[in-house]
């Protein structure tokens, strides 16, 4: 398990239960979610994404982003000249169904804290 916590609210991205190309998303706080992620493959692509965040030595331009192939989960990152990271996250769930739902958040962090969720990142979908 590995979380990114907000810098700015009680709101927090957790990345749990992994299983193969299975794991879960929950957020918590003011909105909260659950949704379980086939990754198919590509579970280390957002570890890389994750990895190459990190590896910026100043904010970056523009958005960098991974999407679950069959879009239930997806993150994107974005950098403000001042150091601030924000993720927009994005999850849907019984797709197709009468009840489907989609919840898109916001979620703040500080540039310095982008190598220890790397290192978490990698050692979860590893």
């Known amino acids: ?7 700015s609210s009680s709101r927090e991205l957790v990345f ?3 299983k193969g190309e299975y794991f879960q998303v929950v ?7 659950i949704a ?3 990754a198919y493959t ?3 692509g957002l570890g890389r ?3 190459e965040l990190a590896a910026y030595e100043r904010p970056w331009k523009g958005e960098k982003g991974w999407q679950s192939i069959e879009g239930e989960f997806s993150i994107s990152a974005t ?8 993720f927009l996250v994005k999850l849907r769930g019984l797709q197709g169904a009468p009840e489907e739902w989609n919840v898109q958040v916001g979620l703040a962090t500080e540039f ?3 190598g220890k969720i790397a290192k978490q990142a990698m050692a979860f979908f590893s």
């Open 1 to 7: 398990m590995f979380s990114i916590h907000s810098s």
């Open 36 to 38: 379980d992620v086939w």
């Open 42 to 44: 590509d579970a280390q």
């Open 49 to 51: 994404l994750f990895q």
């Open 79 to 86: 950098c403000s000249s001042l150091g601030e990271v924000r």
């Open 27 to 33: 957020l918590k706080g003011d909105v909260e979610a």
């Open 112 to 114: 310095g804290q982008l």
């Open 16 to 18: 749990q239960s992994r």
